[in-house]
């Protein structure tokens, strides 16, 4: 299956799951079959509720997370991007289509399970620059 066909299955998935508000048991093989390990690794992010969208407030802009073993990841889902490592080694070479924590953050948007982190806009700055520093660093 190609890197398309990756997107397409997860996009169709998390819109029947979402509907439904879980993921059935076919859908798991489903995805396990596809992504293999990235998918449990996503998973399990889910679960743990390692998933955070963070809110600015009055301006509503949104930011999501993963949080990490050793640090938080910046993602951009519009993008298709993460601040991991793993990004950069297997997404951007072409062999995978998302690494696993854009998979998490999708898999928790469409089943609404994830954390919600409301701040003002004045933390924004800061905020995106400690993300930004953790990227460097990994």
């Known amino acids: 299956m190609d890197s398309r066909e990756e997107l397409e299955l997860l996009e169709e998935v998390c819109e029947d799951a979402g509907r439904r508000g879980e993921l059935s048991d076919g859908e798991v093989e489903r995805l396990r079959g596809v992504f293999g390990d990235r ?8 679960e743990e509720g390692r998933i955070k969208r963070y809110v600015f407030q009055p301006s509503e802009r949104r930011v999501w997370i993963a949080v990490g073993k050793e640090r938080e ?4 889902p519009r993008a298709a991007y993460c601040s ?3 990004f950069y080694f ?3 070479d072409g062999e995978a ?3 696993y924590h ?10 609404g399970r994830f954390e919600e982190v409301y701040e003002g806009d004045e ?3 800061d905020l995106m620059a400690e993300w930004r520093a953790q990227a460097l660093e990994g």
Not at 73 to 76: A, K, N, S, V, W
Request: hydrophobic share 60%.
């Open 84 to 86: 991991c490592g793993d």
């Open 39 to 46: 998918f449990d690794r996503a998973w399990r992010l889910v």
């Open 90 to 92: 297997r997404v951007v």
């Open 123 to 125: 933390f924004y700055d």
């Open 102 to 111: 854009l998979i998490a953050q999708r898999l928790a948007e469409a089943l």
């Open 97 to 99: 289509a998302l690494c």
């Open 73 to 76: 990841y910046l993602l951009l």
